[in-house]
Protein backbone atom coordinates (compact mmCIF):
# COMPACT_ATOMS: atom_id res chain seq x y z
CA UNK A 1 0.00 0.00 0.00
CA UNK A 2 3.01 2.59 0.81
CA UNK A 3 4.81 1.62 -2.52
CA UNK A 4 1.54 2.54 -4.24
CA UNK A 5 1.33 5.66 -2.25
CA UNK A 6 5.15 6.90 -3.63
CA UNK A 7 4.51 5.61 -6.92
CA UNK A 8 1.37 8.26 -7.18
CA UNK A 9 3.20 10.80 -5.20
CA UNK A 10 5.99 10.49 -7.59
CA UNK A 11 3.24 10.47 -10.76
CA UNK A 12 1.88 13.33 -9.81
CA UNK A 13 4.80 15.33 -8.99
CA UNK A 14 5.98 14.64 -12.31
CA UNK A 15 2.77 15.75 -13.75
CA UNK A 16 2.87 18.77 -11.97
CA UNK A 17 6.36 19.59 -13.24
CA UNK A 18 5.56 18.94 -16.81
CA UNK A 19 2.64 20.88 -16.95
CA UNK A 20 4.59 23.76 -15.05
CA UNK A 21 5.29 25.97 -18.02
CA UNK A 22 2.71 24.72 -20.37
CA UNK A 23 -0.70 27.06 -20.98
CA UNK A 24 -2.35 24.04 -19.13
CA UNK A 25 -0.44 24.96 -16.02
CA UNK A 26 -0.14 29.13 -16.54
CA UNK A 27 -4.43 29.01 -16.64
CA UNK A 28 -4.46 26.58 -13.37
CA UNK A 29 -2.10 29.03 -11.99
CA UNK A 30 -4.32 32.17 -12.89
CA UNK A 31 -7.24 29.92 -11.55
CA UNK A 32 -5.76 29.23 -8.58
CA UNK A 33 -4.91 33.13 -8.24
CA UNK A 34 -8.46 33.98 -8.85
CA UNK A 35 -10.09 32.26 -6.40
CA UNK A 36 -7.35 33.54 -3.73
CA UNK A 37 -8.25 36.92 -4.69
CA UNK A 38 -11.94 36.47 -4.46
CA UNK A 39 -11.51 34.66 -1.11
CA UNK A 40 -9.54 37.75 0.59
CA UNK A 41 -12.05 39.75 -1.01
CA UNK A 42 -14.74 37.89 0.53
CA UNK A 43 -13.01 38.30 3.87
CA UNK A 44 -15.34 41.24 6.00
CA UNK A 45 -13.79 44.23 7.81
CA UNK A 46 -14.56 42.87 11.28
CA UNK A 47 -12.81 39.09 11.11
CA UNK A 48 -10.00 41.34 9.31
CA UNK A 49 -9.65 43.40 11.96
CA UNK A 50 -9.49 40.03 13.89
CA UNK A 51 -7.00 38.65 12.48
CA UNK A 52 -4.45 41.18 12.33
CA UNK A 53 -4.95 41.88 16.10
CA UNK A 54 -3.88 38.36 16.51
CA UNK A 55 -0.92 38.88 14.61
CA UNK A 56 -0.27 41.78 16.55
CA UNK A 57 0.19 39.57 19.44
CA UNK A 58 2.32 36.98 17.77
CA UNK A 59 5.06 39.91 18.16
CA UNK A 60 4.64 39.94 21.51
CA UNK A 61 6.66 36.49 20.96
CA UNK A 62 8.99 38.82 18.38
CA UNK A 63 9.80 40.98 21.24
CA UNK A 64 10.34 38.74 23.88
CA UNK A 65 12.86 36.52 21.78
CA UNK A 66 14.54 39.80 20.80
CA UNK A 67 14.85 40.51 24.70
CA UNK A 68 16.15 37.60 24.85
CA UNK A 69 18.83 37.90 23.10
CA UNK A 70 19.64 41.70 24.06
CA UNK A 71 19.94 40.95 27.59
CA UNK A 72 22.12 37.63 26.92
CA UNK A 73 24.58 40.03 24.91
CA UNK A 74 24.29 43.02 27.45
CA UNK A 75 25.54 39.90 30.28
CA UNK A 76 28.58 38.94 27.83
CA UNK A 77 29.67 42.20 27.08
CA UNK A 78 29.31 42.83 30.96
CA UNK A 79 31.38 40.14 31.30
CA UNK A 80 33.76 40.72 28.60
CA UNK A 81 34.35 44.15 30.26
CA UNK A 82 35.12 42.94 33.37
CA UNK A 83 37.79 40.77 32.06
CA UNK A 84 39.55 43.26 29.96
CA UNK A 85 39.71 45.83 32.96
CA UNK A 86 40.78 42.97 35.82
CA UNK A 87 43.80 41.98 32.81
CA UNK A 88 44.35 45.72 31.99
CA UNK A 89 45.35 46.18 35.40
CA UNK A 90 47.37 43.17 35.76
CA UNK A 91 49.64 43.70 32.54
CA UNK A 92 50.02 47.87 33.92
CA UNK A 93 51.53 45.86 37.19
CA UNK A 94 52.97 43.56 35.27
CA UNK A 95 54.80 46.17 32.80
CA UNK A 96 56.10 48.47 35.55
CA UNK A 97 57.49 45.12 37.38
CA UNK A 98 59.54 44.69 34.29
CA UNK A 99 60.72 48.34 33.78
CA UNK A 100 61.72 48.04 37.26
CA UNK A 101 63.79 44.99 37.12
CA UNK A 102 65.45 46.04 34.15
CA UNK A 103 66.68 48.99 35.41
CA UNK A 104 67.75 47.52 38.98
CA UNK A 105 69.68 44.72 36.44
CA UNK A 106 71.23 47.15 34.05
CA UNK A 107 73.09 49.14 36.86
CA UNK A 108 74.26 46.08 39.08
CA UNK A 109 77.65 44.41 39.38
CA UNK A 110 77.42 40.78 39.77
CA UNK A 111 73.98 40.06 41.93
CA UNK A 112 71.00 41.90 42.26
CA UNK A 113 68.11 41.96 45.07
CA UNK A 114 64.44 41.66 44.01
CA UNK A 115 61.76 41.27 47.06
CA UNK A 116 64.42 39.35 49.41
CA UNK A 117 66.10 37.78 46.20
CA UNK A 118 69.31 38.02 46.00
CA UNK A 119 69.90 36.72 42.30
CA UNK A 120 72.92 36.82 39.74
CA UNK A 121 72.98 38.77 37.17
CA UNK A 122 72.49 36.43 34.61
CA UNK A 123 69.91 34.31 36.38
CA UNK A 124 67.43 37.65 36.82
CA UNK A 125 68.01 37.99 33.22
CA UNK A 126 66.92 34.93 32.55
CA UNK A 127 63.48 35.53 34.69
CA UNK A 128 63.29 38.76 33.52
CA UNK A 129 63.17 37.40 29.72
CA UNK A 130 60.47 34.99 30.59
CA UNK A 131 58.55 37.13 32.02
CA UNK A 132 58.83 39.56 29.40
CA UNK A 133 57.95 36.83 27.41
CA UNK A 134 54.78 35.71 29.31
CA UNK A 135 53.84 39.65 29.32
CA UNK A 136 53.97 39.89 25.55
CA UNK A 137 51.54 36.66 24.92
CA UNK A 138 49.10 38.18 28.04
CA UNK A 139 49.17 41.29 25.46
CA UNK A 140 48.22 39.26 22.67
CA UNK A 141 45.54 37.70 24.45
CA UNK A 142 44.12 40.83 25.90
CA UNK A 143 44.03 42.15 22.53
CA UNK A 144 42.43 39.83 21.14
CA UNK A 145 39.52 39.85 24.09
CA UNK A 146 39.04 43.40 23.33
CA UNK A 147 38.36 43.05 19.89
CA UNK A 148 35.87 40.32 20.84
CA UNK A 149 34.50 42.88 23.28
CA UNK A 150 34.06 45.14 20.44
CA UNK A 151 32.22 43.21 18.02
CA UNK A 152 30.20 41.72 20.94
CA UNK A 153 29.36 45.49 22.00
CA UNK A 154 28.41 46.27 18.36
CA UNK A 155 25.75 43.23 18.01
CA UNK A 156 24.00 44.03 20.87
CA UNK A 157 24.36 47.60 20.06
CA UNK A 158 22.43 46.26 16.74
CA UNK A 159 20.51 44.02 18.92
CA UNK A 160 18.99 47.13 21.01
CA UNK A 161 18.21 48.88 17.57
CA UNK A 162 16.40 46.03 16.06
CA UNK A 163 14.46 45.61 19.90
CA UNK A 164 13.71 49.18 19.77
CA UNK A 165 12.36 49.05 16.29
CA UNK A 166 10.29 46.35 16.84
CA UNK A 167 8.60 47.74 19.56
CA UNK A 168 8.55 51.30 17.91
CA UNK A 169 6.88 49.12 14.97
CA UNK A 170 4.20 47.14 16.85
CA UNK A 171 2.98 50.63 19.04
CA UNK A 172 2.66 51.66 15.38
CA UNK A 173 1.06 49.12 13.94
CA UNK A 174 -1.60 48.60 16.98
CA UNK A 175 -2.30 51.90 16.73
CA UNK A 176 -2.80 51.54 12.97
CA UNK A 177 -5.41 48.76 13.01
CA UNK A 178 -7.19 51.05 16.13
CA UNK A 179 -7.98 53.28 13.63
CA UNK A 180 -9.01 51.27 10.92
CA UNK A 181 -11.37 49.51 13.64
CA UNK A 182 -12.68 53.57 14.26
CA UNK A 183 -13.16 54.02 10.70
CA UNK A 184 -15.12 50.77 10.56
CA UNK A 185 -17.28 51.91 13.14
CA UNK A 186 -18.16 55.39 11.76
CA UNK A 187 -18.93 53.57 8.44
CA UNK A 188 -21.22 51.67 9.84
CA UNK A 189 -22.94 54.19 12.15
CA UNK A 190 -23.24 56.07 8.84
CA UNK A 191 -24.70 52.91 6.52
CA UNK A 192 -26.93 52.66 9.92
CA UNK A 193 -27.85 56.20 9.24
CA UNK A 194 -28.31 55.55 5.50
CA UNK A 195 -31.26 55.04 4.20
CA UNK A 196 -29.66 52.91 2.02
CA UNK A 197 -27.42 50.02 3.64
CA UNK A 198 -25.00 47.33 2.02
CA UNK A 199 -23.21 45.90 4.84
CA UNK A 200 -25.48 42.57 4.90
CA UNK A 201 -26.18 42.82 8.59
CA UNK A 202 -30.04 42.38 9.62
CA UNK A 203 -30.88 46.24 9.71
CA UNK A 204 -29.43 46.46 6.17
CA UNK A 205 -31.75 43.66 5.40
CA UNK A 206 -34.67 44.97 6.91
CA UNK A 207 -34.17 48.55 4.91
CA UNK A 208 -34.34 46.52 1.98
CA UNK A 209 -37.48 44.85 3.11
CA UNK A 210 -39.09 48.15 3.92
CA UNK A 211 -38.07 49.35 0.51
CA UNK A 212 -39.34 46.42 -1.46
CA UNK A 213 -42.29 47.14 0.58
CA UNK A 214 -42.97 50.66 0.29
CA UNK A 215 -42.21 50.27 -3.64
CA UNK A 216 -45.23 47.55 -3.89
CA UNK A 217 -47.44 50.10 -1.90
CA UNK A 218 -46.04 52.73 -4.61
CA UNK A 219 -47.44 50.29 -7.44
CA UNK A 220 -50.75 49.86 -6.20
CA UNK A 221 -51.44 53.38 -5.20
CA UNK A 222 -49.92 54.09 -9.29
CA UNK A 223 -52.66 51.15 -10.22
CA UNK A 224 -55.75 52.69 -8.24
CA UNK A 225 -54.90 56.60 -10.01
CA UNK A 226 -55.13 54.48 -13.54
CA UNK A 227 -58.50 52.71 -12.61
CA UNK A 228 -60.94 55.67 -13.18
CA UNK A 229 -59.10 56.96 -16.44
CA UNK A 230 -59.35 53.44 -18.20
CA UNK A 231 -62.93 53.18 -16.96
CA UNK A 232 -64.18 56.44 -17.96
CA UNK A 233 -62.36 55.25 -21.45
CA UNK A 234 -63.77 52.31 -21.70
CA UNK A 235 -67.48 53.06 -20.69
CA UNK A 236 -69.53 54.09 -23.59
CA UNK A 237 -72.58 57.09 -22.50
CA UNK A 238 -75.96 56.21 -23.28
CA UNK A 239 -77.28 58.65 -26.00
CA UNK A 240 -80.79 57.32 -25.99
CA UNK A 241 -82.23 59.63 -23.12
CA UNK A 242 -80.66 62.98 -24.80
CA UNK A 243 -82.21 65.23 -27.68
CA UNK A 244 -79.52 65.74 -30.92
CA UNK A 245 -78.99 69.63 -29.27
CA UNK A 246 -78.11 68.15 -25.67
CA UNK A 247 -75.28 66.41 -27.51
CA UNK A 248 -73.79 69.10 -29.35
CA UNK A 249 -74.37 71.31 -26.43
CA UNK A 250 -70.56 70.29 -25.28
CA UNK A 251 -69.30 71.07 -28.93
CA UNK A 252 -71.72 74.64 -29.58
CA UNK A 253 -70.87 75.50 -25.83
CA UNK A 254 -74.69 75.73 -24.54
CA UNK A 255 -75.75 74.77 -21.68
CA UNK A 256 -77.66 71.58 -21.90
CA UNK A 257 -81.87 71.66 -21.39
CA UNK A 258 -82.59 69.89 -18.34
CA UNK A 259 -84.03 66.96 -19.27
CA UNK A 260 -88.57 66.99 -19.09
CA UNK A 261 -90.11 65.55 -16.61
CA UNK A 262 -93.77 64.75 -15.87
CA UNK A 263 -95.04 66.62 -13.26
CA UNK A 264 -97.56 65.73 -10.80
CA UNK A 265 -100.45 67.68 -10.39
CA UNK A 266 -100.06 68.93 -6.54
CA UNK A 267 -102.86 67.56 -4.24
CA UNK A 268 -105.06 70.24 -3.02
Known amino acids: M ?4 VILGVIGFVAVAALKNT ?4 YVRTEVDGLRERAEAAIPPEKEIVR ?3 ELKQLDKDVMTAVSHVAKE ?9 KVAELTAKQSASKNDLETRAAAIKGAEGYVTFGGRRLSVETA ?3 LEADANLYAATQKSLEALETTLANRTKVRDALEKQLDELKAQKVALAAAVDAAEAELNQLKLAQMQSKYQTDGTRLAKIKEDLQALNNKVAVERE ?12 TATSGGSKSVDDIMSVVNGKKADAPKTDKLPKAD
Not at 2 to 5: A, E, P, R, V, Y
Open 2 to 5: LKKM
Open 23 to 26: KIGS
Open 52 to 54: LRS
Open 74 to 82: RVEVRNLSD
Open 125 to 127: KAE
Open 223 to 234: KLNLMPKVHEKG
